[in-house]
């Protein structure tokens, strides 16, 4: 069987995983109560309510494989869940919450390096710091991937401190992955609190919008070979970008800041798989490349396309066995720049 690699998978802090077991604040959170298999958590005014397990990575050998057992997934990148990029915190406190979680993907990622490929936390809301931290991450804790949000505290990526710092890890050769904010999606409101639209509709747009800020904000221009990665198949980016062709071939010269229109850079990006229906992800492959589309699962949670990304992928009989390959490990194998051999499951 195709081996796989899963670069959209989260994983829940221990020292999130302790306070909330223990009833201790952490870093702004607090648990309520819990009631049944879901615990109430609070930050500030907002309150969410999630199964939070016992423990995650404590047993990463163990996850492994059940990943191995349910979806070949031999190696996977790995996140925060995606509610704890903590961009409310302080400087002081946003460095030591990074450091911390930093600290326990490099103890994993060193213990099993052929199954896990941790992503580094920066503090965004920092240049200063997070400039500090992707030096820390990269050469004291051997971390070469970071991801961040689609947005830092309601500020696209193209903002100049944001991009600076994403420019930072372009020109390092590091790659970075893009993970939808949970709070304040793009038109969070009242229309969108029913059907579940919050995550099936807001988390595209999210991405989408992350995805062509960078794309007009000239970044590809300047570092061509930057590595960067898209969750939930680059949102709806990739669908209308056509749109984005028009209103770019209509602008002023003076006000372009790329040398070509929008829909050139789309092959630049990589995107992982979630778009859940086989004829989007046809059009995805012919949009995006072969070479640019990876499996994504967002493991733990239920937004994995049913009964798995990978066995998904691994079924399809449109595509042939080299694609089927590119698509479950050598496009993400490129992409987070991992020398582990490839190796067939038997």
Not at 56 to 62: C, R, T
Not at 137 to 163: P, Q, R
Not at 200 to 221: K, Q, R
Not at 323 to 334: C, E, F, M, P, Y
Request: charged share 25%; glycine share 6%; with cysteine.
């Amino acid at each position: 069987m195709i081996p796989a690699i899963d670069v959209h998978s989260h994983f829940w802090p221990r020292g999130f995983l302790k306070a909330m077991a223990t009833g201790e604040e952490w870093f702004g959170w607090q648990k309520i109560a819990k009631t049944g298999s879901k615990t109430q958590l609070k930050l500030h005014d907002q309150t969410l309510s999630f199964a939070i397990p016992s423990m995650d990575l404590a047993a990463p050998d163990l996850r492994t494989q059940e990943r191995i057992k349910t979806q070949g997934v031999t190696l996977e990148a790995t996140m925060v869940v995606g509610f704890l990029w903590n961009y409310h915190l302080s400087d002081r406190d946003s460095t030591r919450y990074c450091r911390e979680v930093n600290e326990e993907l490099s103890e994993v990622q060193n213990a099993f390096p052929n199954n896990y490929h941790g992503l580094a936390m920066l503090p965004m809301q920092s240049k200063t710091q997070a400039f500090k931290e992707i030096s820390y991450a990269t050469d004291k804790l051997g971390l070469k991937s970071f991801a961040i949000a689609s947005h830092v505290n309601g500020a696209n990526l193209d903002e100049k401190d944001l991009l600076d710092i994403i420019e930072t890890i372009a020109q390092e050769n590091l790659s970075l992955t893009v993970h939808p904010e949970f709070f304040n999606k793009i038109g969070d409101s009242d229309r969108l609190t029913r059907h579940y639209f919050k995550s099936s509709i807001g988390a595209p747009a999210e991405t989408a919008i992350a995805l062509l800020s960078l794309t007009h904000s000239g970044i590809f221009d300047r570092f061509p070979n930057f590595r960067v990665s898209f969750t939930q198949g680059g949102g709806f980016a990739p669908y209308t970008i056509g749109r984005n062709r028009v209103r770019w071939d209509l602008d002023s010269p003076e006000n372009k800041k790329t040398l070509l229109s929008p829909e050139k850079y789309l092959r630049n990006c990589y995107v992982d798989c979630l778009v859940h229906d086989d004829d989007s992800f046809a059009f995805l492959l012919e949009r995006m490349g072969t070479d640019r589309v990876t499996v994504g699962t967002d493991y733990p949670f239920d937004w994995d396309h049913p009964g798995g990304s990978a066995n998904w992928i691994r079924n399809m009989e449109n595509i042939n066995a080299d694609i089927k390959r590119d698509i479950l490990w050598n496009n993400a194998a490129t992409f987070l720049n991992t020398k582990i051999a490839y190796k067939e499951i038997e």
